[in-house]
């Protein structure tokens, strides 16, 4: 398995305050890593690591398999970065800030900026100044600069911060893209998870510093499964039958007794049966999702007990 960026026990100290605490992290080649967290969890100061602008205060972090910190410096042409937005020159066009950049960054050849300016869809408005941008456009404009070196690793702290809905699609669909077509390994932060819901393939939850856990997309769908919701006048008798009756039936009975039945069979007909034949009265019954959002609140209440 091809790591690019390796957590071990990752902390990081600004005094006494513990801002990372021994995270583990792996990140795979082709990727689209979703870092999730709170304001403050510790996700720009995880960035911020991986891009050599910040060092660890313990433990350690493997770059494109190098642990030296000379070794790793080389391997970081490998990628483009936006954690804080890059200062644009305000008077400068779309494309004279991008040349600017391109002139800094090495990178041969003119016709890069004009390649990377419609991969990015700011080809048509690349004559306006920077002071004139809208903040879905320095996005943008971020991305473009990031992308000109043909990264193999892209790292965005919330690239998707301040868009619009329509703006929220176009940059899902652009690093879908970026990592399908180009199989670009891709570290996206975000303190919303649903916004990263159609597009990350990992998922990293971080809260105050701590990793709580590292998931799948698929692993945290199936998790996130259908549930049945039903309340009956007789709760006890009910589920003595559905243990009975259905087999390896997962349910748990909350305190005011609505019983939740996980990944119920297809036949819903099924459960209200069980209840009618047995002479027990439905008060609701209804099939209900657990979205990722309630996933999430839960893993955060469970971490922090
Ligand atoms: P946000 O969504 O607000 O950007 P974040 O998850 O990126 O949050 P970080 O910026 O990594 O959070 O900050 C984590 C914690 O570390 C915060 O409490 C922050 O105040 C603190 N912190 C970050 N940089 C420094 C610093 N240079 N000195 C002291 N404390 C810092």
Not at 278 to 284: A, K
Not at 293 to 298: F, L, P
Request: charged share 25%; proline share 3%; net charge positive.
């Amino acid at each position: 398995m091809e790591y690019l960026v390796e957590a071990r026990n990752l902390s990081k100290r600004y005094g006494s305050f513990v801002a990372l605490k021994k995270v583990n992290i792996s990140i795979k080649k082709g990727d689209i890593y979703g870092l999730i967290g709170d304001n403050g969890a510790g996700k720009t100061t995880f960035l911020k690591m991986i891009c050599g602008q910040s060092f660890p205060s313990e433990g350690e972090i493997t770059l494109f398999g190098a642990h030296q910190q000379g070794e790793q410096e080389k391997r970081r042409k490998r990628t483009g970065v936006i954690v804080e937005l890059p200062g644009f020159y305000p008077q400068l066009t779309i494309a004279q800030n991008m040349e600017y950049y391109r002139i800094q960054k090495g990178i041969p050849g003119k016709g890069v900026v004009e390649k990377v300016l419609k991969t990015t869809g700011l080809w048509e408005v690349r004559k306006k100044k920077g002071k004139a941008l809208s903040l879905g456009m320095k996005q943008r404009l971020g991305l473009a600069i990031a992308l000109m070196g043909e990264p193999e690793l892209l790292i965005l702290d919330e690239p998707i911060n301040g868009l619009d809905p329509s703006g929220i699609i176009e940059m899902r669909n652009l690093l879908k893209k970026l990592n399908q077509e180009k199989n670009m390994t891709i570290i996206i932060s975000s303190h919303i998870l649903s916004e990263l819901e159609q597009l990350a393939t990992m998922y990293g939850f971080l809260d105050k510093g701590q990793l709580l856990e590292e998931i799948s997309a698929s692993n945290l769908h199936e998790k996130c499964g259908n549930y049945l919701e039903i309340v009956v006048s007789d709760t006890e008798k009910y589920t003595a039958l559905l243990e009975k009756h259905i087999k390896k039936v997962q349910y748990l009975v909350l305190p005011d007794k609505t019983i939740h039945i996980f990944q119920p069979e297809q036949e819903i007909e099924k459960y209200s049966q069980l209840a009618s034949e047995n002479g027990i009265g439905i008060r609701t019954i209804m099939l209900k999702q657990k979205t990722l959002e309630d996933y999430y609140m839960n893993l955060k209440k469970e971490g922090r007990k």
